[in-house]
């Protein structure tokens, strides 16, 4: 059945991203909040502390808290908006990155092992599908 096939693609990525951002907290640098709020930032690309704060339904205090903690672990850097100079932008850092770059290398494996076990026919179809799924159906 669709739903329950995907829905077992879904929790795979996942799990594996989970586990990859994890490894932060692992090491104590970062508790599970530190790592949810990162995975926001990014995911959001450059948000304000204020885009943040609604997006994850929070208090403008609270947000800037989480951020400054961010901020002095090294995860998360503030940028000067170039439109509006009293505004600052999030951007994640290097660190984090790396810590998110195991995920990358999950992914890289993944492609690989579908272009030994598919068809050019067969990526091209998959491909498509996604570009839909991305595109036409989750906007």
Excluded: W
Excluded at 7 to 29: I, Q, T
Excluded at 94 to 120: C, P, V, W
């Amino acid at each position: 059945m669709l739903e329950r096939e995907f829905e077992k693609l879904y929790f795979k990525f996942r799990l594996n991203f989970l586990n990859n951002l994890f490894n932060g907290v692992k090491d104590g640098s970062l508790n599970p909040t530190d790592s949810y709020c990162l995975e926001v930032i990014f995911l959001l690309g450059r948000p304000t502390v204020n885009e943040f704060a609604e997006r994850v339904n929070t208090s403008l205090p609270n947000a800037s808290y989480r951020v400054n903690n961010l901020i002095n672990k090294g995860y998360v850097k503030k940028t000067v908006s170039e439109h509006d100079r009293r505004e600052y932008h999030l951007e994640v850092t290097k660190k984090f990155t790396d810590l998110y770059g195991a995920n990358a290398s999950f992914n890289t494996q993944l492609m690989n092992n579908i272009r030994e076990k598919f068809s050019e026919k067969e990526i091209e179809q998959l491909e498509g599908f996604i570009k839909r799924i991305v595109d036409e159906i989750m906007d």
